[in-house]
């Protein structure tokens, strides 16, 4: 059979990655990535971008964390290479605080970022009104560079990438043999994906370049996230609220919080405010599914609906997504040999 032809749609972080993995499993594959954004213009190059796992509650624990594995073993080595300046890749110590002790002490994830560990008293004098603390280092991509050298990437390996909005899968048929969605919350509307949902996070992308650690609120809604040019500050979780528009009282609201945590943030400057929503469902869409129309076959890879956790667990993701495209890519030859699709 010919090079299969793959259209990949999407071109945030999952959609990129997936692409990259595709190419990497199936080098004669001829893979397109189809997205009406690129950066700096996707959900993706709003995000913190911090390697601390999101939970799915739909998706087994032990799954969830071999996705988180896959992509701190993925990060950590372009860390500790020439390449991660460019790819906007960098180790970050810091703290997760919480007002009272939580019931779980010990994170699923525990054993994939480095050095977990309690808080000691020392550490957590910084932060009077909290009792417990957890202490790691993991990874942040600064998102924009990152998706900037996902696409490099892919161009030196062949890739096209065209802009364009796909209003439906079936418009891909006559030139490509495989589809993979990875259009986040545009699933919503693609494949009229109803368990899929906005969850409308805000932030604050400040100039503070004396602040170097982490600092998280275990609720997970007020954090200071170091990156190598700016600090993200958050947040909000909005669910169901689908505004791309920053609000004002919100702003206010974060830069107060962070000050709460941080009081040298009171001196930040160049404050810039970004809204991104949140593709979110009890559990990522990482299936394979065959539309059927007129007795006509196209084969789709789902993979979108990542939440709040696309950055932590997107490598693990693209994996399992390029292990699907390569079984629709069996199923193509055994058709082409008389069995059924
Ligand atoms: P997107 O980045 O939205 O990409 C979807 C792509 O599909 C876009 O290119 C879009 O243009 C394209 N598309 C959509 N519909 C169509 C169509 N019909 N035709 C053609 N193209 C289409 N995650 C973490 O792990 N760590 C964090 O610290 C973190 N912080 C976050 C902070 C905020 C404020 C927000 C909003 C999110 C955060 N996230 C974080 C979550 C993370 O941003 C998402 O999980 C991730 O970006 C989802 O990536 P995606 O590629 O699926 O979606």
Redesign the pocket.
Known sequence: MAAPKVAV???????LSTALCIVETCPSCSVTV?????SP????????????P?MYPGTPIHVQKQWFKETFTYLFAISNSAEASEAGIHLVSGWQVFKSTPKEELPFWSDAVLGFRPMSEAELQKFPQYQFGQAFTTLKCDCPPYLLWLEKRLKTTGVQMYN????DLWELHSDYDIIVN??????H??VGDKKLFPVR???LKVYAPWVKNFIRDGDGLTYI?PGIHRVTL??TREKDNWSLSPDSGTTKDIFDRCCSLEPSLQEAQDIKV??????SRQRVRLQKEVLSQGGVKLLVVHN?G?????????RGTAKEAARLVGECIGALQGSLSGAKL
Not at 41 to 51: H, I, P, Q, R
Not at 182 to 187: D, L, Q
């Open positions: 749609v999407g071109a945030g972080v999952i959609g189809l997205s009406d954004q690129f213009n996707t959900t993706s190059d709003v995000a913190a971008g911090m390697l601390i999101h364009r909005k796909v209003s990875c259009t986040g919350i545009g699933a509307q693609l996070g805000q932030v996230y958050g947040g970004k809204v991104g929503l949140r593709p979108y990542h939440g709040a956790g696309g950055f932590s667990v997107h």
